[in-house]
């Protein structure tokens, strides 16, 4: 798989996005000016210690999820993103809670902050969202010795802030972009994100990654995304781009799929989403892939 940084970018003509961008250079890490996080504690013999990112991804609240790991890779992804234990993390979109179930607790005993911004509720909003989000409530308030206090705000049409503005130390957007593109809302979420952001704050994002040579679709039906298109919304926010992994890249991905990503796991239709399940529907090679091939990026708010 080629670097990222040496794929050609699509040139982008949506809704007031610059066209013509040919490469975005990688820029250097300035300096928050902040006091220094608190280091965590190092391993020992009888496992991670309480506290440490390590003691939050092995976490046995973790049990029906953990399976994923191989895939998800959360350790470092979040090691990636500059994640430390005193940070406050805004999560956009948090779902069902797969990255709230380390970050809370990881921050709670960090004397951090989690923000989760799920999906804004109310009259005229899709039923199984709402539905997600009382779950998520439920659950994640329900247990504040594990979990802290976790601050629940909303991101959508018309949201206005998702926290205190220039407060969060890292903003999260795990594939969820295909979904903002699709709803028309995309570039208010990178400009939500920047808003939330202190200066020196940093921006991570996972997505599914589609492919250089294939045309971008606007609505990105199938879930997948250009890394050089998501790199040109995120500096038409203001944000520099900081550096790309490939940690979560998975080549035997070729994003060619019945129903687009959610034919691969963790969704594994068989039907177009709303259709019956079919039982016929031979799953042999997409569940050979595993998880979708994705872009792991770092944006940068300037000082």
């Not at 979420?189 to 045309?215: I, K």
């Not at 892939?289 to 994705?294: L, N, Y």
Request: net charge negative.
């Amino acid at each position: 798989m080629s670097d990222p940084s040496e794929r050609r970018p699509f040139l982008a003509s949506r809704r007031g996005l610059m066209s013509g961008v040919a490469t975005l250079g990688l820029l250097a890490v300035a300096g928050c000016g902040r006091k220094e996080k608190t280091a965590e504690p190092p391993a020992t013999a009888d496992g991670p210690p309480k506290g440490s990112l390590e003691w939050a991804v092995a976490g046995p609240w973790r049990a029906q999820d953990k399976v994923r790991d191989a895939d998800r890779h959360p350790m470092g992804t979040l090691r990636f993103f500059g994640l430390q234990p005193r940070m406050k993390v805004v999560e956009f979109w948090p779902g069902s809670g797969w990255w709230t179930e380390i970050l809370a607790p990881y921050l709670a005993e960090g004397d951090g902050g989690y923000v989760a911004a799920g999906f804004q509720t109310g009259p005229g909003a899709d039923p199984s969202q709402t539905q997600l989000t009382a779950a998520f409530q439920k659950r994640f308030t329900g247990d504040r010795p594990l979990y802290g206090e976790i601050e629940l705000s909303a991101f959508g049409p018309t949201s206005v802030l998702v926290t205190e503005a220039g407060t969060a130390d890292l903003v999260l957007f795990m594939r969820n972009i295909h979904a903002w593109m699709a709803a028309g809302i995309v570039e208010k979420a990178f400009a939500d994100a920047y808003s939330a952001l202190r200066p020196g704050g940093v921006l991570g994002v996972e997505q599914h990654r589609l492919g250089p040579e294939a045309d971008q679709d606007p609505a990105a039906a199938s879930g997948y995304v250009q890394e050089a298109f998501v790199r040109q919304l995120g500096a038409e926010a203001g944000f520099a781009f900081v550096a790309a992994s490939e940690i979560n890249a998975n080549e035997r991905d070729d994003k060619d799929h019945a129903f687009g990503v959610d034919t691969l796991a963790p969704q594994r239709l068989t039907a177009p989403r709303g259709s019956p399940p079919d039982p016929l529907f031979d799953r042999t090679e997409y569940d050979e892939i595993g998880e979708s091939d994705r872009m792991t990026l770092k944006f940068r708010k300037p000082e």
